[in-house]
C-alpha cells in the first residue's frame, strides 16, 4: 500500500529565510506527487505537482519541490518565507489510478517568526 | 467561477441523526471524492467516484454513503452508524492525470 511520511509536525522559520519541508513516499513505481497548502478552516489549494520528466518543479507562490527516486523523496523548498505563507501543507500521492485517489501525508504545519 | 461548492460550511448534528454533506462541481470533471481530516491526521479518503451512477469505497467508507446520480453533484450522508463523526469534510473534483480541485469543506459537529 502506498504511504506518505512527513516527518515534521511543526516547523518555525524566520520570515526571510529559506524553507525545507520533507516528504518521503511508498510506492513501487513512479507516483504522481503533490503538494498542497491550507489554510486554517479552508480547503486545500495545489502548490504544484510532479508527473514525470523534469524533477525540480516550480509551484505557485515561489515554492519549488525536487523529486528523488532514490530517496523516494518530493520535498517542498522556498529561498526566502513570507509570513502569509503561514500554513499546513501537505504531501501527497497517487500511484494507482491517476484519478486523484490521494495518499496524504499528516501535514506539516508552518509557522512564520518575525 | 468555476469550483467546487460544499454546503453547508458548519453542520451541527444530534447522537442518531442522519446528516447529509452537499458538494457540487461545475468544472465538467468526471471523478469526484470526500475525504475526512482530523487533526493530526492529514486526510483519508471516504468515498470516490469516477463516473456518474458508479461509486467505490475509500479507506474508512464505514458509516458513511454517497450517491453520484449527476455528474455535478456528490452528496455525502453521515450515518448514526458514523461513532464518531466530528471532522471537517472536504470534497474534490479531478479529471485522469490532473490534479484535485478542492471545496472549502463542511465542518461537522456532533452535539
Known amino acids: 500500500a502506498q504511504s506518505v511520511t512527513q516527518p515534521d509536525i511543526h516547523i518555525t522559520v524566520s520570515e526571510g529565510a529559506s524553507l525545507e519541508l520533507r516528504c518521503n513516499y511508498s510506492?513501487?513505481?513512479?507516483?504522481?506527487l503533490f503538494w498542497y497548502v491550507q489554510s486554517p478552516g479552508q480547503g486545500l489549494q495545489l502548490l504544484l505537482k510532479?508527473?514525470?520528466?523534469?524533477?525540480l518543479v516550480q509551484g505557485i507562490k515561489g515554492f519549488e519541490a525536487e523529486f528523488k527516486r532514490s530517496q523516494s523523496s518530493f520535498n517542498l523548498r522556498k529561498p526566502s518565507v513570507h509570513w502569509s505563507d503561514a500554513a499546513e501543507y501537505f504531501c501527497?500521492?497517487?500511484?494507482?489510478?491517476?484519478?486523484?485517489?490521494?495518499?496524504f501525508g499528516t501535514g506539516t504545519r508552518l509557522l512564520v517568526s518575525p | 467561477d468555476g469550483g467546487i461548492t460544499q454546503s453547508p460550511k458548519y453542520l451541527f448534528r444530534k447522537e442518531g441523526q442522519n446528516v447529509t454533506l452537499s458538494c457540487e462541481q461545475n468544472l465538467n470533471h468526471d471523478a469526484m471524492y470526500w475525504y475526512r481530516q482530523d487533526p493530526g491526521q492529514g486526510l483519508r479518503l471516504i468515498y470516490y467516484s469516477q463516473i456518474v451512477n458508479d461509486f467505490q469505497k475509500g479507506d474508512i467508507a464505514e458509516g458513511y454513503s454517497v450517491s453520484r446520480e449527476k455528474k455535478e453533484s456528490f452528496p455525502l450522508t453521515v450515518t448514526s452508524a458514523q461513532k464518531n463523526p466530528t471532522a471537517f469534510y472536504l470534497c474534490?473534483?479531478?479529471?485522469?492525470?490532473?490534479?484535485?480541485?478542492f471545496g472549502q469543506g463542511t465542518r461537522l459537529t456532533v452535539v
Open positions: 474534490a473534483s479531478g479529471d485522469i492525470e490532473s490534479e484535485a480541485f
Open positions: 501527497a500521492v497517487d500511484g494507482d489510478t491517476g484519478f486523484q485517489k490521494l495518499v
Open positions: 510506492y513501487g513505481a513512479t507516483p504522481y
Open positions: 510532479y508527473f514525470s520528466g523534469d524533477t
